[in-house]
């Protein structure tokens, strides 16, 4: 079965901290994960994904076999950056993508 | 181009009634997923239709159900309305090739409420 656990609900943190939202998964097969994020009053939006290794608005995530987590971090957090941050798991054939329940991230100026 | 489109953006049903939601996606999308998100529950998958085929379902009762036409456009529709289907209905497409997975595309949702 497929399941994504966000540890934290809510994050604070000051300008200028690095962050670090955790993501760990539990699949059998190869998965296919993501990040997703929702600012405030817009829709929810692809920030990254594991497959493409790329860093969007200064965000990157490590797909860590081994510990099955998918941890989202940034060296120096804005406040541009406080939103609601998911993250996914497709599975194998990719036709079912599980989400957790997220974690609020809010940077303080 | 233009995003994902959901309509209605609000509809409000009595207990038992059914509705039909509907969903365009991005035009090249020919997948198609639905979720409900509520507070309580978080986004939870409903089903992932691809070529008018659903490929996948999550753990809903048979009352959801959803279909998916040549052109890509879906809809879902809940049959017997309870009041716990009061939930926000988010629609995603996807480009897909072969297996590959380029993430999801969202709309903006369709607010249901039960009374």
């Known amino acids: 079965a497929q399941r994504v656990t966000q540890p934290e609900k809510l994050l604070s943190v000051f300008k200028g901290a690095p962050v670090e939202l955790k993501c760990n998964y539990s699949?059998?097969?190869?998965?296919?994960l993501f990040w997703y994020v929702q600012y405030s009053r817009q829709r929810l939006q692809l920030l990254l994904r594991?497959?493409s290794r790329e860093s969007i608005k200064g965000f990157t995530a490590d797909l860590n076999k081994g510990e099955t987590s998918f941890h989202l971090k940034k060296p120096f957090a804005q406040e541009e950056d406080s939103a609601m941050y998911y993250c996914?798991?497709?599975?194998?054939?990719?036709?079912?993508?599980?989400f957790g329940a997220g974690t609020r991230l809010f940077v303080k100026a | 181009k233009a995003g994902v489109t959901q309509t209605p953006r609000y509809l409000i049903k009595t207990r038992g009634q059914q509705v039909t939601l509907s969903c365009s996606p991005i035009?090249?999308?020919?997948?198609v997923s639905w979720y409900q998100q509520t507070p309580g529950q978080g986004l939870q998958f409903l089903f992932e239709?691809?070529?008018?085929?659903?490929?996948n379902k999550g753990n809903f009762p048979g009352r959801f159900s959803g279909r998916q036409f040549s052109n890509s456009r879906s809809e879902m529709n809940v049959s017997t309305l309870e009041l716990g289907d009061s939930a926000l209905y988010l629609c995603?497409?996807?480009?897909?090739?072969?297996?590959?997975?380029?993430?999801?595309?969202f709309g903006s949702g369709t607010r249901l409420t039960v009374v």
């Open positions: 995603a497409s996807s480009l897909r090739t072969g297996n590959a997975n380029y993430g999801y595309t």
């Open positions: 699949y059998s097969g190869s998965p296919e």
């Open positions: 594991h497959i």
């Open positions: 996914a798991l497709s599975n194998t054939g990719g036709f079912k993508t599980i």
């Open positions: 035009s090249g999308h020919r997948s």
């Open positions: 239709y691809f070529s008018e085929t659903q490929r």
